[in-house]
């Protein structure tokens, strides 16, 4: 069974940084191929790309976070990371990590809150 899950979601100030992390479970993120995804959703908005990260190491950032947030894997702790930096009251959103493994599936953690305050 695959299971995601998201932490480091916090009240943060404008300006300032945090770091979210993706723990996978049931799935080796340095054996099994994989894209893993971070998605976040506004209240009232639709749920949006923000970054992801392939087996290969690839990654494909949405153009509003670009230089500013920053993901990466520690496959020993089995955890996909994303960083965030300079952060902005249009970034406070629920992130969900998202996860597509050929061999077992398509995977959402239950998310994690991210509060921007100006």
């Known amino acids: 069974q695959v299971r995601l899950v998201e932490f480091g979601g916090a009240l943060v100030q404008a300006g300032g940084s945090l770091r979210l992390s993706c723990v996978a479970s049931g799935v080796n993120l340095g054996f099994d191929a994989y894209v893993v995804s971070w998605y976040r959703q506004a209240l009232g908005r639709q749920r949006d790309l923000v970054v992801s990260i392939g087996s290969g190491g690839e990654t494909n950032y949405a153009d509003s976070v670009k230089g500013r947030f920053t993901i990466s894997r520690d496959i020993s702790e089995n955890t996909v990371n994303l960083q965030m930096s300079d952060l902005k009251p249009e970034d406070a959103a629920v992130y969900y990590c998202?996860?597509?493994?050929?061999?077992?599936?398509?995977?959402w953690g239950q998310g994690t809150q991210v509060t921007v305050s100006s």
């Open positions: 998202k996860g597509f493994f050929p061999r077992f599936g398509t995977f």
